[in-house]
């Protein structure tokens, strides 16, 4: 790749802005770029940075009310926004083609996956069906879909999430295109799907000189797949550079506060813990004076950052291409000031608070099939947990892992009593509880063992105020009766919750994601519980309120000595929040432990295969790369085995099919369930390989 | 925001209304709902004045086959939509009438709905057996054709203003009941719901507290486009001649009373035909602009 | 699939069967009154009333009789028609094909209008062609099929003079008695149609795989035709279905208007007349024409739904 080359894509000071009954809303201002051949350049951005909408400007597919107000799109040396519809047709889908978010949602469902890819060079060459067959077959087998001729004559809701990714992908280079458009193509996706798709993107550029747009909001991937990365905030591009010398020294405070929200394996939450970005992203009508971001800036000088608006300029001392939107980026030095933060307290560990003792939770499905009516089999069991072992300790944070299905929730269901266990006990402070509906919980009891929800969105009921639901919890639990001491709890939650006091009287409607979880968080803990579930509770929150609202969770934890469930698909939140794992994989714990000894050998296969998955953005980190193949097996027909077996990179035999893998224990508390001694599982290396100090100081001295 | 909040607050029924009507207002930016409004709060008004509004007694045979604009020559005063064969206002009757479908039409669109909600409820929230059967319940009743229904009813309890709330209650309430179960079925996967059921609520209170009030939306539009559909039936329950019992005004029986003579007297039927359409249309209009206007948050 | 059309059709001979109980209760039971009186009238005497019941087996135990009149049902006898004095069968088997031929000109002329605009409708949602043939369909919707026969007769018969103002085909078949009634049906229904029509393309037409389908650079008419369309007439298939049980009751009000002698205006005929073995009868084959066309909707919809299909 060098400059000399004819660029593919050129983006010469864009605005885009959409117009509403509210007026015109400036999404994207003020935004350059250059693609190369061959060249993937990462976007990346929180939630309404304008992300999206430069993708969808690139197509020229901008909806009724968006238009491009300002600035050129030249593809190709032609300016896009001034070409016909017919032209664009003719671009779309041969020269420039989109991987989108959602892949089940972008198939049509009623159409087989032949007709929807042989449709592409149909439409776009002259050439005959057979040929149009032969290709897509030929690419089906390129993004490694086993089994091409029966994926062709599937539908898309035969196959599974990871598979009609690839599908897509398959879709959109089937013309061969000059440029490929990533809108967070694996955002849908469980972690280990997206370790294969992410290689699959990365290959693309190599085998077939595609230039690629990777637009994400994670970090990690972008280091994993990008060239070079364009920060957004906001609307507009804040810093701009290639991977090494954004990803080792960031000069846009922005950039620096996100990759100071992230769970890099070098935070610790008492030694360095994460440190969010205070106040929220502006609305795009809300926008302030100068620096889009100076309210939320710690650098911020007054007169300076707050007048006018400004440009993109070259960084320094810096590579040539690395630019950045600030003025005082040359007076802040980052570097200084990495382990200056806040240092907190560790717990001391209490007496055991939850003992889960073979725990298993069947459902009865019933099978209405003709052929289950005629062998007489019409009832059958999805085994959602099976023979959960583990503790948890007095202001112990146990985090529960796993993919999509692994049983992780119907978990937390028996816990709360929204169902019965099948087998086994859970006793919550020496009482079982598996088989206690929440009904027949005393208010104590229930108030003592309480979640946190996943869907900030979900969590409050937007028919009642946020006072009003929280009192209900405070009087329904019992802790105050009388009204004005019921309100003074509210307002001292609200405190607790780093709330004003006025959001009493606000409707969840008013409140933005991270501040309705707060909310969800105050009413998990109104009642003093022993133990609260937190379901994924920052999952659906961007980077920078996610760090908030994961601190404050801590925060209270400590404060209160609380037991933390902490559920979550995400290796990296949990490495650094908890200190204990439970690997769960269909129903099973295949490895259980502290933290420090589940990030390292003896791996369990499956969270070797994990901890390879999780994207890290710090590019002086090094993975070990597994890929899995093949999909997740269906919970009503697990394999007869080991539950892991038909992915499994290190199956040795029969043996893992055919017999369910034993216990084995590692030292006390850390167990691994598989069929590979420990002696050999020993012998495996770290998959993660984190520089210590000296290496790191040395890299960048040599830069 | 860093309003520091010490007291508690008066429970506020004047700032529900408040937002209740700043909601209403909203329509205003529908025209569509906007005519609907109108339509509607203008027979309501006329029903709520009869009394003043109306020039004749709408019962008492004045002046057989008086066209519209005509005098009426024994008491005095104009009929102007004229008289029908037995001498008795149209439009006296068309005002008077329209009490008699503002009250029979909500009533039995209240009823139906309080049974279809139940209904809804307990089938979407319960799940199981209790939703399997009235289930299969709502579809027998909703796999007669609804007029045949009708007929059925009224045939075997006789034709009264109460026995008509009751026959709609009945065929309508299955209807709801899919609407609200539909609903509920998607409500009851919240977070906020089950956030409920954790702290060990009680089932009527999570349905009742948590869940319905956010199908409030679909379920207003509902019930607009319905009690349209109310008023339709009972005018043609009027016209089919099984309706209420003369000789109180009814607007689907003038039409019935009189179709004889349409081919002569055009206006006698006429006219009871547009108050009707015009009503309808109200309530089928302003199910639009709410739909569309809830469609816009 | 097997098992869902043995399902299927298990349902409707429940509901059938359910159906008949209900008839059966209200009809021919005392709960709802004697029927000696519904059929003989208030003004007759205990011992016309008597005879009455001992001729046509009323004094019988209850079950036994349900389980007789279900099955003289079931093998074609309908019993005898008291108004117009002969076998229930021979009455309405000439009233049903009357209306058989109203129903298919009424559908053959509504189904590709409706469709029509509402697939236009739903293809650019919020234009000015939309929001008009929305409020036009609110607007026709809003009036009664009386109200509309009403309206239809003064313009067309009694200003126009285009048209006759009844139906009864007392000459024999003549298509133009035929147009009213097929207008004023056509009318009511249509924009109900449309409206779903569009709702559903409207929603197919937003939705992520025809962004997929246009950002493919497919020419704009194989979109609409290969991936709209196939999708957005889904939904009305069901609802075009089950206008047929709609159609059911349009018709009593549009024949008894215009005096057409079909199945609908039968029904309030022999309701009106207390004539309870045909108004059983009617209602039967009502809702059996119900179910059934119900039971092939939702077989249909299986078949026109590869998710669904293949599961």
Same mark, same amino acid.
């Given at each position: 790749m060098n400059t000399d080359q004819e660029p593919i894509l050129v983006c010469k000071d864009l605005c885009i802005s959409y117009y509403t009954r509210a007026g015109e809303i400036p999404a994207v201002v003020d935004f350059s770029l250059t693609v190369l051949p061959g060249e993937t350049i990462g976007i990346v951005g929180e939630s309404g940075c304008g992300k999206s909408t430069v993708a969808m400007a690139i197509m020229q597919h901008m909806g009724a009310n968006g238009g491009i107000k300002s600035g050129s799109i030249t593809f190709k040396g032609r300016d896009l926004t001034q070409l016909s519809d017919d032209e664009l047709r003719n671009i779309?889908?041969?020269?420039?083609?989109?991987?989108?978010?959602?892949?089940?949602?972008?198939?049509?469902?009623?159409?087989?996956?032949?007709?929807?890819?042989?449709?592409?060079?149909?439409?776009?060459?002259?050439?005959?069906?057979?040929?149009?067959?032969?290709?897509?077959?030929?690419?089906?087998?390129?993004?490694?879909?086993?089994?091409?001729?029966?994926?062709?004559?599937?539908?898309?809701?035969?196959?599974?999430?990871?598979?009609?990714?690839?599908?897509?992908?398959?879709?959109?280079?089937?013309?061969?295109?000059?440029?490929?458009?990533?809108?967070?193509?694996?955002?849908?996706?469980?972690?280990?799907?997206?370790?294969?798709?992410?290689?699959?993107?990365?290959?693309?550029?190599?085998?077939?000189?595609?230039?690629?747009?990777?637009?994400?909001?994670?970090?990690?991937?972008?280091?994993?797949?990008?060239?070079?990365?364009?920060?957004?905030?906001?609307?507009?591009?804040?810093?701009?550079?290639?991977?090494?010398?954004?990803?080792?020294?960031?000069?846009?405070?922005?950039?620096?506060?996100?990759?100071?929200?992230?769970?890099?394996?070098?935070?610790?939450?008492?030694?360095?813990?994460?440190?969010?970005?205070?106040?929220?992203?502006?609305?795009?009508?809300?926008?302030?004076?100068?620096?889009?971001?100076?309210?939320?800036?710690?650098?911020?000088?007054?007169?300076?950052?707050?007048?006018?608006?400004?440009?993109?300029?070259?960084?320094?001392?810096?590579?040539?291409?690395?630019?950045?939107?600030?003025?005082?980026?040359?007076?802040?030095?980052?570097?200084?000031?990495?382990?200056?933060?806040?240092?907190?307290?560790?717990?001391?560990?209490?007496?055991?608070?939850?003992?889960?003792?073979?725990?298993?939770?069947?459902?009865?499905?019933?099978?209405?099939?003709?052929?289950?009516?005629?062998?007489?089999?019409?009832?059958?069991?999805?085994?959602?947990?099976?023979?959960?072992?583990?503790?948890?300790?007095?202001?112990?944070?146990?985090?529960?892992?796993?993919?999509?299905?692994?049983?992780?929730?119907?978990?937390?269901?028996?816990?709360?009593?929204?169902?019965?266990?099948?087998?086994?006990?859970?006793?919550?402070?020496?009482?079982?509880?598996?088989?206690?509906?929440?009904?027949?919980?005393?208010?104590?009891?229930?108030?003592?063992?309480?979640?946190?929800?996943?869907?900030?969105?979900?969590?409050?009921?937007?028919?009642?105020?946020?006072?009003?639901?929280? #009192?209900? /919890? =405070?009087?329904?639990?019992? @802790?105050?009766?009388?009204?004005?001491?019921?309100?003074?709890? *509210?307002?001292? !939650? $609200?405190?607790?919750?780093?709330?004003?006091?006025?959001?009493?009287?606000?409707?969840?409607?008013?409140?933005?994601?991270?501040?309705?979880?707060?909310?969800?968080?105050?009413?998990?803990?109104?009642?003093?519980? #022993?133990? /609260? =579930?937190?379901?994924?509770? @920052?999952?659906?929150?961007?980077?920078?309120?996610?760090?908030? *609202?994961?601190? !404050? $969770?801590?925060?209270?934890?400590?404060?209160?000595?609380?037991?933390?469930?902490?559920?979550?698909?995400?290796?990296?939140?949990?490495?650094?929040?908890?200190?204990?794992?439970?690997?769960?994989?269909?129903?099973?714990?295949?490895?259980?432990?502290?933290?420090?000894?589940?990030?390292?050998?003896?791996?369990?296969?499956?969270?070797?295969?994990? !901890?390879?998955?999780?994207?890290?953005?710090?590019?002086?980190?090094t993975k070990r790369e597994i890929v899995l193949e093949g999909n997740l097996p269906s919970a009503m027909k697990p394999p007869k085995g080991c539950p892991f077996c038909t992915r499994c990179h290190r199956r040795i035999g029969e043996i893992c099919d055919n017999e369910p893998p034993p216990e084995q224990v590692v030292t006390d508390r850390h167990v691994i369930k598989c069929h590979i001694s420990l002696e050999e599982l020993k012998q495996v290396e770290h998959v993660i390989h984190v520089p210590d100090e000296a290496e790191r100081l040395h890299a960048r001295q040599s830069q | 925001m860093t309003t520091s909040i010490t007291e508690m607050p008066k429970a506020g029924y004047g700032a529900a209304f408040i937002r209740g009507l700043k909601s209403f207002a909203l329509l205003r930016e529908s025209w569509v709902g906007m005519v609907g409004a109108f339509l509607v709060l203008f027979w309501v008004l006329v029903a709520l004045f009869a009394p003043l509004l109306a020039p004749f007694d709408p019962n008492s045979s004045i002046q057989p086959f008086a066209k519209p604009g005509m005098e009426a020559i024994k008491t005095g005063g104009t009929f102007w939509l004229g008289t029908d064969h037995i001498g008795r206002d149209i439009l006296s009757r068309i005002i008077w009438g329209s009490r008699t479908v503002l009250i029979y039409a909500p009533l039995a669109t209240i009823c139906a709905y309080t049974v279809g909600i139940l209904m809804g409820l307990a089938a979407g929230y319960r799940g199981g057996w209790v939703d399997d059967v009235l289930s299969r319940i709502a579809d027998i009743i909703l796999s007669f054709p609804v007029l045949v229904l009708y007929i059925i009813i009224i045939a075997t309890i006789g034709a009264s203003g109460f026995n008509i709330i009751i026959a709609i209650t009945f065929a309508s309430s299955p209807g709801i009941m899919r609407i609200v179960r539909g609903l509920v079925l998607d409500l009851r996967n919240r977070d906020y719901v089950a956030a409920a059921q954790t702290r060990g609520e009680s089932d009527w209170r999570v349905m009742l507290v948590e869940i319905l009030p956010n199908a409030r939306g679909p379920l207003i539009v509902d019930a607009c486009l319905r009690l349209g559909y109310v008023i339709i039936t009972i005018g043609v329950l009027g016209f089919l001649g099984l309706g209420l019992p003369p000789p109180d005004p009814d607007w689907g029986g003038m039409v019935n009373e009189t179709r004889q003579m349409a081919m002569a007297f055009p206006h006698m039927t006429l006219f009871p035909c547009i108050a009707i359409s015009s009503l309808i249309l109200g309530f089928n209009l302003l199910a639009d602009g709410l739909r569309e206007i809830s469609l816009r948050d | 699939m097997v098992t869902l059309i043995a399902k299927r059709f298990g349902f409707m001979v429940f509901t059938m069967i359910v159906v008949s109980l209900i008839l059966f209760i209200l009809l021919e039971t005392d709960l709802t009154g004697d029927p000696a009186i519904r059929v003989l009238g208030q003004f007759s005497n205990e011992e016309q009333r008597e005879l009455w019941r001992e001729k046509h087996g009323y004094n019988q135990p209850m079950l036994l009789r349900y389980v007789k009149w279900l099955g003289n049902f079931a093998t074609g006898d309908l019993g005898e028609s008291i108004r117009f004095k002969g076998p229930v069968a021979d009455v309405m088997l000439p009233r049903l094909w009357n209306t058989a031929i109203l129903g298919f000109w009424t559908f053959a002329i509504m189904i590709p209008l409706s469709l029509t605009l509402g697939v236009l409708s739903g293809m650019k949602e919020g234009s000015k062609l939309d929001r008009s043939i929305s409020v036009f369909g609110i607007l026709t919707t809003s009036v009664p099929e009386f109200a509309s026969a009403v309206i239809f007769s003064a313009l067309f018969v009694f200003t126009l003079k285009w048209l006759p103002g009844t139906s009864s085909m007392s000459g024999g078949f003549e298509f133009k008695q035929l147009i009213l009634p097929a207008l004023v049906l056509i009318v009511y229904d249509f924009g109900y149609v449309a409206r779903m029509t569009r709702a559903s393309m409207a929603e197919v037409m937003t939705s992520q795989y025809i962004r997929t389908a246009i950002l493919k650079g497919l020419p704009y008419k194989s979109v609409i035709v290969k991936h709209a369309l196939r999708n957005a007439l889904i939904a009305p298939f069901t609802v075009i279905m089950l206008q047929i049980n709609w159609l059911l009751s349009g018709v009593i009000v549009v024949e008894f208007f215009f005096a057409y002698k079909g199945f609908g205006a039968l029904i309030l005929e022999a309701s009106l007349n207390n004539d309870i073995a045909l108004l059983e009868a009617c209602a039967m084959v009502a809702v059996c024409v119900a179910v059934t066309t119900q039971t092939l909707a939702d077989i249909g919809y299986t078949f026109l739904n590869p998710r669904i299909r293949f599961s």
């Open positions: 779309r889908g041969s020269e420039v083609a989109m991987i989108y978010q959602e892949p089940f949602a972008s198939l049509n469902p009623s159409l087989k996956i032949s007709t929807q890819l042989m449709e592409v060079p149909l439409a776009h060459e002259d050439i005959s069906t057979e040929e149009a067959r032969k290709r897509a077959l030929q690419m089906l087998g390129d993004v490694k879909l086993p089994d091409p001729e029966r994926i062709m004559e599937a539908y898309p809701h035969q196959l599974s999430g990871g598979q009609q990714q690839r599908v897509v992908i398959a879709m959109g280079l089937l013309s061969n295109p000059s440029l490929l458009l990533l809108d967070e193509p694996t955002t849908a996706l469980d972690v280990t799907v997206e370790a294969g798709i992410v290689k699959l993107v990365a290959d693309i550029s190599k085998k077939y000189g595609t230039s690629q747009i990777y637009i994400s909001h994670n970090l990690g991937l972008i280091l994993e797949t990008c060239d070079r990365v364009f920060v957004m905030y906001s609307g507009e591009v804040v810093e701009e550079g290639t991977i090494n010398s954004l990803f080792t020294w960031p000069r846009h405070p922005y950039t620096h506060g996100l990759f100071a929200c992230i769970p890099l394996p070098t935070a610790d939450k008492h030694a360095a813990p994460l440190k969010p970005i205070r106040g929220q992203l502006p609305l795009p009508f809300e926008r302030p004076q100068g620096c889009y971001y100076h309210p939320r800036c710690d650098h911020f000088k007054e007169g300076l950052c707050d007048v006018d608006h400004f440009k993109m300029e070259h960084v320094v001392d810096s590579a040539p291409d690395h630019r950045v939107r600030c003025l005082r980026y040359k007076e802040i030095d980052i570097r200084l000031q990495t382990g200056e933060g806040e240092k907190k307290e560790a717990l001391e560990l209490g007496e055991r608070v939850l003992n889960v003792d073979k725990m298993k939770k069947y459902y009865e499905v019933r099978d209405n099939s003709l052929k289950a009516l005629i062998s007489g089999k019409r009832i059958r069991y999805v085994k959602a947990n099976e023979e959960l072992n583990f503790t948890a300790h007095e202001g112990e944070t146990v985090a529960i892992v796993g993919e999509s299905g692994c049983g992780k929730s119907t978990f937390a269901k028996v816990l709360m009593g929204l169902e019965k266990g099948t087998e086994g006990e859970v006793r919550h402070l020496g009482k079982d509880i598996s088989d206690i509906a929440v009904r027949d919980r005393s208010p104590k009891e229930i108030a003592s063992l309480q979640m946190v929800f996943q869907n900030p969105f979900d969590t409050l009921n937007p028919s009642h105020s946020i006072g009003g639901q929280i #009192s209900r /919890v =405070i009087k329904k639990f019992g @802790v105050e009766s009388d009204k004005a001491k019921i309100f003074n709890r *509210v307002m001292k !939650l $609200l405190d607790i919750v780093k709330l004003p006091r006025d959001f009493y009287f606000r409707k969840p409607r008013q409140l933005s994601g991270g501040q309705k979880q707060r909310i969800g968080i105050a009413r998990a803990f109104a009642g003093n519980p #022993s133990m /609260v =579930i937190a379901d994924e509770p @920052v999952s659906a929150l961007d980077v920078s309120v996610a760090a908030a *609202v994961t601190e !404050l $969770l801590m925060d209270i934890q400590r404060e209160h000595k609380t037991t933390l469930l902490f559920i979550s698909h995400d290796l990296s939140v949990v490495r650094y929040l908890s200190d204990r794992i439970v690997v769960m994989y269909l129903g099973h714990i295949l490895e259980r432990g502290t933290t420090e000894q589940i990030f390292a050998p003896p791996y369990q296969p499956y969270t070797e295969a994990l !901890l390879s998955a999780v994207p890290i953005a710090d590019p002086e980190v | - | -």
